[in-house]
């Protein structure tokens, strides 16, 4: 049967995006059945299906606000209001963070660093025949998808943290056999994003946030190429510290979003405001509920210009869809966590082949970037105030940027990556 489009009703969520997720979602609902093949909506009709559902989204985002620039305390603080407003939502836009000449660097560095990816998943050259970027990284950089579609959802990847499967709408006939979906080792590759993991700015959030004994999680780079980019199928990052006696709303951490690019509705990272507070959701309840469609209400877009930056809880529900607009997005995602969420836990998301738990040396590994990162800052901006890092007080010129430390601190750090 083919698949059809339908006028989208009234509640702004199309019944072809619940047909679409029949043939993708893992979510059966009554009406499903296996004998009746669904095919995907095209990039056309599926961007027509997420109109009235975006509005909506519009309309909820504008309601909360919880976005503008950053406000400090005389003592050089962030502001408690916009402290207070991230815990009451979940999350927070930092307008205009990141200035025009940073963002120039990093799109500079990040479109290098696509530029110079394998040309497919097991290609060892780039598009000019080169070597490609990382065969020499103990983990290769780049994660390859289908274009739009949803690499994750309904599969027990990163912990199973995807239950359901989003709606994979049909490329263009001439659109690549795979794209680049992520891009890792932000801090090795790029050298301004090196440079921006030391953000003054971006660390006194995470230590507001975290206390100051905060410790790094990892990064990666979404990019979502236009037409082409898959989504992220709704889910909570944390995985650790559902049933902790400890647990509390802030006790996976969260992650930033640093844009190098305008973001819309059909491109952005969407979340669910609220939701880090009500413990491990069931998302496939939720999206049963929902009649089988993605489209869950009470969710809004964090709609960006180029430089502002999200910080988003790791307990929210949230998720991107598949990227059937004409906008580019690439967001330089990284977290941090309280140290003590983090501290005697064991690896989880599947980051690590043997079962490591994370003691003091790895924490104090892997937080190390941080002071390097510190220091290649300030060299690059001498007239900017530096962060202090607590943990690295009184080190500093043990970790001071140059050669020595990129080859000790740097090269392959993301094998050291604390993921809860
Ligand atoms: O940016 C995206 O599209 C997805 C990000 C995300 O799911 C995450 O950071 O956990």
Known sequence: MRWRAIRAPDDGRSDWFAAGARITST?????????????????????????????????????????????????????????????????????????????????????EMLERAPVGPD??????????????????????????????????????????????????????????FLMSSMCQAMPSGLRLYGHPHLLEIAAAINGDDFVPFNDSIFVKQPGLGGSVAWHQDGVTHWGSPDWDEGIHGFNFQVQLYPTAPASCLWVAPGTHKLGKIDIEARVRENGGSEQL??????????????????????????????????????????????????????????????????????????????????????????FVYEPFAGLEDDFRFNDETFERVIRDYNLNDLAI
């Open 123 to 180: 290609a060892d050259v780039d598009a000019r025949g080169r070597p490609a970027l990382g065969l020499d990284y103990a983990r290769r950089p780049y994660l390859f998808a289908k274009p739009l579609a949803d690499p994750w959802g309904g599969t027990g990847l990163l912990s199973g943290r995807h239950p359901t499967q989003m709606t994979q709408p049909l490329p263009d006939e001439d659109a690549p056999a795979d794209v680049v």
């Open 297 to 386: 209400p009470g969710a809004l877009p964090l709609v960006c210009d180029a430089g502002d930056v999200t910080i988003v809880n790791r307990q929210m529900l949230h998720a991107s869809f598949a990227n059937t607009s004409s906008e580019l997005r690439i967001s330089l995602t990284f977290g941090f966590h309280r140290r003590k969420s983090v501290e005697g836990q064991k690896g989880a998301l599947g980051v690590e082949a043997d079962e490591v738990v994370y003691d003091a040396q790895r924490i104090f590994d892997r937080s190390s970037v941080i002071a390097v990162a510190v220091d290649a800052r300030r060299q690059h901006r001498p007239d900017e105030r530096s």
């Open 27 to 111: 979510v059966m609902n009554e009406t499903q059945s296996a004998s009746e093949p669904v095919t995907a909506p095209t990039r056309a009709e599926h961007a027509a299906g997420m109109a009235a559902y975006q509005e909506a989204g519009l309309r909820l985002a504008a309601e909360i606000g919880n976005r503008g620039p950053i406000r400090l305390t005389d003592g050089g603080r962030l502001h408690p209001d916009i402290l207070a407003a991230y815990w009451k939502h979940g999350f927070y836009v930092f307008q205009g963070l990141i200035g025009g000449d940073e963002v120039a660097e990093l799109r500079r560095d990040a479109n």
